[in-house]
């Protein structure tokens, strides 16, 4: 890392005693697998940028249960909070496969503006995220899945239960509108190496308007 960017975002990187250190202490590209977490809200270790997939934030209450708060993909810098306050404030979980790198990647002025742009990604995210917890149920889980999608139309998506908890929709709601799209021909199944057969698709061209 740059020793004068270093300077202003001091961060405790070393492995913890005992075990292998979590990805979030480690200055290597980071392969997830659904389902798995990359640090939890509380804990130090480094920022990411997300290459590949979808990482879902959730905030931590004090019960111990999780609430959505946000999602990152392809483009977006993760745990950048950690460089400033010394801990990371939510939870992140792998939703699909994803890869990250290590962030901050080059000089400082590169890296500042790196951040800058994810922050905007972010705030024009959170907005199309709000979006789809209102209005009518089939919109706001094709709305997602637009979201997801990448530029061919191919999609890789969460478990039932994660996008209901996105779409603020129940997990029976999130199943019959995937196989009334299916019907609808705006989504068919695609299949991918490793990949669950009721997690691949690919969106129909029409349904990008």
């Not at 503006?113 to 209102?134: P, V």
């Amino acid at each position: 890392m740059n020793s004068r960017f270093q300077a202003f975002f001091p961060v405790d990187r070393t492995p913890k005693v005992g075990g292998s250190p979590p990805p979030s202490v480690t200055r290597t590209p980071c392969d997830l697998d659904a389902g798995q977490p990359l640090y939890a809200a509380g804990s130090t270790g480094q920022a990411w940028r997300v290459t590949d997939g979808v990482i879902r934030l959730d905030h931590a209450g004090q019960a111990g249960e999780h609430r959505f708060a946000s999602l990152a993909i392809a483009g977006d810098i993760v745990g950048c909070e950690t460089l400033l306050f010394g801990s990371y404030t939510f939870n992140a979980t792998a939703l699909t496969p994803c890869r990250l790198q290590p962030w901050p990647e080059g000089d400082a002025a590169t890296s500042g503006t790196g951040l800058l742009e994810s922050l905007a990604q972010a705030q024009k995210r959170a907005a199309d995220l709000l979006a789809l917890r209102g209005g009518q149920a089939s919109a706001r889980v094709l709305g997602l899945i637009r979201l997801l999608a990448d530029r061919s139309g191919q999609v890789i998506l969460p478990t039932r239960q994660d996008i209901a908890d996105i779409t603020d929709l129940r997990f029976e709601t999130i199943s019959r509108i995937i196989s009334n799209l299916q019907r609808e021909h705006l989504l068919s199944p695609l299949r991918i190496a490793g990949i669950h057969a009721t997690r691949s698709y690919r969106l129909a061209p029409g349904a990008f308007a």
